[in-house]
């Protein structure tokens, strides 16, 4: 296997994809510090929104990694971060490749701008996946020329793309995926996944604008659609609908903060950027069009059981995949 | 992410995978070379029975990343390449570790003995996956300790015993594999697999003992069950069907050395040590017990289709996973 650029970005575009959709409404970003030609210090991401960014987090890992005791491992805050490391890294980075699947931001929001701590700790190179479009954050590639600093563009550009991609689309649009349990085979009967997954899928439910959901579902299954298996926050709802009444005893209707809107009227859908859809197989061949993902939780056991996707006839590309547990969780891009 | 033995051993596993069961009847192995604490040089793994194992790979490609025009460039053959390195190694690997994800091999077969080799080099230390336990290759870690070599056992030996799974099976009797093509739904129907995964399927035609099919299947789809794509060997192969009539005229009958039994006694499976079986969904419940791993080809689309696998009820490990093109292989392993 060859260890070279692609090597360490790949590293940087895996570890970005565990925050993927939990950064909301940030980008999931990765990033790697190579010391040298090979010697690996950091391989970190950004994993929150008003955290620190993918780079501070890679670059306070990478100082740590020869200053072990350093007190720059009790500082959490960016600000902090980057204060500390522009007075004390004494050179430290500049025999450094830093790598990071986006352009560095350039704005001052939350945090600090990364172009600017970059272009203070003066590595040796700064290889770059895919640009920043976003108006407010762009400029970090120039702010790196015009400190002098060798930059490299598009590496794993196509891979880079695609970790960014439910940013760009939340960001200029809508962005919507459907969540869905399966067998191996393809069955959806019965409880199929083990609680980590749950609990994952609550912390999704904790981070986006909106959860649509099916009448049928709700009227069969009355469920809560909340968040608390991570004491995280209920998302609002929309259910699809033609018939507007429901048993108003079904615990969805009883969370505090919690919108809900019974509608048949899709088009509301874009009055929101990041949407999860559960449990509406009926739905999704009306919604295919408009579906992003498919974010496919698959219990590795053959059940017999009814397959909701039978009737459907859609293309994907695997754009990744992780673990939860023994699950796999596979992130399916429509194919347009 | 922590970068430690873990993460090197990881690498070092994830290569070795990409060579499963084509190694045959070697064991599937992969090596990481680190100078210090973190500078990654090589990252390797054992290809093919005869050609290096995954130590000589890794340690050649270590060497050549400091001295990339030397002339060990141009050796391939592992006797050679022992003995340059011992030759004119200069003490290059005495501040590296080596990973592994089996003990080296003690003897000298048709490669010389890895842990010789590495005696000789004097790493800083030799972490170890797995344990041989092969009565032909064992020994490896005692010869490091007599050199006073740092050793450290056990690193991901769960990870490391399942990639190492398929040979203990096969070196102590019969390995089966089911190799199946379905799309994310489960479908079975039609033409699924694009050729790149036809490729694959051949190149382990190529190496299996023994290929089963069901009679059906012959009597339907009259395929051929060679190597073509890739120029290879075609597998002998057993089909297994009570009505031992067949028309002669079926291309599989017709490839030169090749036997082919027809049989309806699985017992004689017994008498070859790997064995992949394919396209005979009807047998899959007769000879579940006897599967060690189904070979899952998935497809990224959604197809209406009959659903092969409805009627079983197996529980897998995902144990591994490739792309092969945009297709996904998944390794599953039967929970006994």
Chains 1, 2 share one sequence.
């Not at 970190?44 to 007190?71: S, T």
């Not at 600090?112 to 407010?136: F, M, Q, T, Y």
Request: a neutral charge; hydrophobic letters at 40%; glycine letters at 6%.
């Amino acid at each position: 296997m060859k260890i070279n650029n692609d090597f360490f970005m790949n590293l940087a575009i895996n570890e970005a994809w565990k925050y993927q959709f939990l950064t909301y409404p940030n980008p999931a970003v990765g990033c790697v510090v190579v010391k040298g030609d090979s010697e690996i210090l950091a391989i970190e991401a950004h994993k929150e929104a008003g955290m620190p960014h993918a780079e501070v987090n890679a670059l306070k890992a990478a100082f740590l990694k020869y200053h072990p005791n350093d007190v720059l491992k009790t500082l959490n805050d960016s600000f902090k971060i980057h204060e500390y490391l522009i007075k004390n890294h004494k050179g430290f980075f500049n025999d450094c490749k830093v790598y990071v699947t986006l352009e560095p931001c350039n704005h001052i929001g939350k945090t600090p701008s990364c172009a600017n701590l970059i272009k203070e700790l003066k590595p040796n190179k700064v290889i770059i996946g895919h640009e920043d479009s976003n108006n407010d954050a762009k400029g970090g590639i120039e702010t790196l020329k015009l400190a002098d600093i060798d930059i490299e563009l598009d590496c794993l550009k196509k891979e880079a793309y695609e970790l960014l991609y439910p940013f760009l689309k939340w960001n200029s649009g809508t962005f919507i995926f459907y969540k869905m349990a399966q067998t191996l085979n393809g069955s959806v009967d019965g409880a199929i996944s083990a609680n980590q997954a749950k609990a994952y899928v609550h912390s999704l439910r904790d981070k986006i604008d909106l959860l649509l959901i099916g009448g049928n579902t709700v009227r069969t299954d009355k469920p809560t659609l909340d968040a608390r298996y991570i004491a995280g926050r209920a998302p609002n709802v929309m259910i699809y609908s033609k018939n507007k009444i429901f048993d108003r005893k079904i615990p969805l209707f009883h969370i505090p903060n919690r919108e809900v809107v019974i509608s048949d009227d899709l088009f509301k859908l874009l009055d929101h950027k990041f949407i999860m859809v559960e449990g509406t197989y009926t739905l999704l061949d009306t919604l295919k069009e408009k579906l992003d993902y498919i974010l496919l939780i698959v219990n590795p056991k053959i059940r017999k059981g009814s397959n909701a996707l039978n009737d459907l006839d859609i293309d994907f590309e695997i754009v990744h995949e992780n673990y939860i547990g023994e699950e796999k969780l596979v992130f399916l891009k429509r194919k347009s």
